[in-house]
């Protein structure tokens, strides 16, 4: 669901987005008690819009936004109107007291799981409050015994034949125990550990599951396709499979059903991270055809647990491999010179035939749309439009990002079809964001470019990688890191 409502400054039509507000809420799995709070929460955010963020005698613009998605709920009210200190607000949002803000503080302390401000400098401001609607924990559904985490060397299961299909709605529940078991609770993606979330995604298919069951009928691996960009390629990851049972071929197989799957979704490709702490999932990547298009620097948190170490000396990097399902058609792209060289051995390994285009300088206003993984303390900026205050916009939001959501990595995606892309790209790499490599296909028009922004600059000898397909890749990165930081 994704419905949005956008209205004037103007009581009149308080009642439009209450009724709006009220029976979109009740398509969702919240008891009444809960809507009637949310509904509460939304006339207010919506009142405070209305009466305080433009200024006396001027009319502007709100909109009331309800995204569900993957079982998470997010109910956003908007302006862009004046500028507000949004710290100041965010304090006085989370203070008790008797003002309007607080009241929406003390209304969502009982229902909703976070509320915060959001600044869009001379854009205006958003309040924005979250709901995870699937929110039983497998360690609150499982018995001891089902998540105990597995030892490092346990006794191998029988050699005996495996199953390889999609999963059933009622096995979530084990593959949720089989990723808490390997990883406790330190999987950067936490639907996993949620049972009813997988059962929906995969109902909803915006992920793919797939399992490998052993003859006892339990579930022994797990492989998915997520669908979580805009364009038409998948993710394959949330992989694992039983300590017992490894050595066996079952990723591989597993991920052979997923290919056959994936073919039958009119996608062009599909793409995985795959981690740096060990050289496995390069492997199967490389084995399966996959091509090194991006190196996703400090991607996920030290405390995400592996088998083969446990205690991370810095944040995982991971190498995204991308594999094609149709013939790659031929693309113009923008670059900045620099790093043109780098982006068509990319694009020459991917054997898609391209053209660099000619830059113009950017006209008007941009926009971007910012996603934070608090868990994962990460943040991607999308751009969806670049404008002569694009850099500005990334730079300030990079700003808050660090400093308020004490994020470590922040993102930054660029539409390599847009030819403003090059003159951007040099203005974040004076604010220390450094070029990463390609994501092809990952927007609906085409393919991106993705760089990043460090708070603390990463290691070469604790990232682990196949040499011959990784190396020249990770060592430009790492270079444009260091040229990128030098003058901060």
């Given at each position: 669901?994704?419905?949005?409502l956008t209205f004037?400054?103007d009581?009149l039509?308080l ?9 979109s ?58 500028p507000?200190?949004v ?10 007291g008797?003002?309007?803000r607080s009241r ?7 229902v ?7 600044a869009?400098?001379?854009?205006g401001k ?8 699937h ?12 998540i ?5 060397e346990?006794?191998a ?6 199953t390889?299909r999609?999963?059933w709605?009622?096995e ?37 599951s ?5 003859e006892?009928?339990?579930?022994a691996?797990?492989?998915?396709l ?9 993710e ?6 039983d300590p017992?049972h490894?050595?066996r ?7 052979s059903?997923?290919?056959?799957e ?6 062009v490709?599909?793409?995985?991270d795959?981690?740096?702490?060990h ?26 647990h592996?088998?083969s170490?446990s205690?991370?000396p ?27 060289s ?9 054997n ?14 941009g926009?971007?749309?910012i996603?934070?993984?608090?868990g ?15 850099a500005?916009l ?8 660090v ?7 922040v993102y930054?995606?660029?539409p ?6 090059p ?9 220390g964001?450094g ?22 600059a ?31």
């Open positions: 669901m994704h419905l949005e004037g400054n009581r039509h009642p439009s987005v209450a009724a709006f507000a009220n029976t809420l009740q398509q969702l799995p919240l008891d009444e008690k809960a809507i009637v709070v949310f509904n509460e929460i939304v006339e207010t955010a919506a009142e405070n819009a209305i009466d305080q963020a433009y200024p006396a005698g001027t009319s502007g613009l709100v909109t009331l936004s309800i995204l569900e998605l993957h079982g998470k709920l997010e109910i956003v009210v908007r302006d862009f109107g004046m507000r200190d710290e100041a607000l965010e304090e006085e949002l989370q203070s008790a008797q003002n309007a929406i503080a003390a209304l969502a302390a009982d909703a799981d976070e509320v915060h401000w959001i869009y400098g001379r854009d958003a309040l924005r409050i979250v709901k995870w609607l929110d039983d924990h497998v360690t609150e559904t499982s018995s001891p015994e089902k105990e985490k597995f030892t490092d346990p006794p299961a029988p050699e005996q034949s495996y390889f999609r999963m709605d009622d979530a529940e084990q593959v949720s125990q089989l990723m808490y078991r390997t990883y406790g609770n330190t999987y950067f993606n936490e639907d996993v550990y949620y049972p009813a979330r997988i059962a929906a995604e995969n109902a909803r298919g915006l992920v793919i797939f399992v490998a069951v052993d006892s009928g339990q579930i691996g797990h492989y998915a997520e669908r979580n960009q805009k364009g038409p390629v998948a394959g990851g949330q992989a694992v499979v017992a490894r050595g071929g079952l990723l591989d197989q597993m991920k059903v997923a290919l056959d994936a073919a039958k979704l009119n996608l490709g599909w793409y995985a795959a981690v740096t702490v050289t496995f999932t390069q492997k199967s990547n490389a084995a399966h055809g996959g091509q090194l298009t991006c190196v996703d620097l400090a991607i996920s948190p030290k405390k995400e592996f088998d170490a205690d991370q810095q944040r995982v990097t991971c190498l995204l491999f991308f594999h094609w399902l149709t013939a790659p058609a031929a693309r113009e792209i923008f670059v900045p010179t620099r790093h043109q780098i982006v068509s051995s990319i694009y020459k390994c991917l898609c035939p391209l053209e660099f285009g000619q830059p113009v300088e950017p006209e008007g206003l926009s971007l749309a996603k934070v993984d608090s994962a303390a990460r943040a991607n900026i999308s751009v969806e439009a670049i404008g002569l205050d694009t500005e990334i730079q300030r939001a990079r700003r808050e990002l400093e308020r959501d004490h994020v470590e990595v930054v995606e660029l390599l079809g847009n030819a403003s892309t003159q951007l790209v040099e203005e974040l790499e004076q604010d964001f070029f990463l490599g390609i994501a092809p296909n990952f927007a609906e028009d085409g393919d991106l470019l993705r760089m990043a922004y460090l708070v603390e990463v290691d070469r000898a604790a990232i682990h990688i196949l040499e011959d397909v990784a190396g020249e890749l990770v060592d430009y990165v790492l270079n444009e890191q260091k040229r990128v930081r030098a003058d901060l």
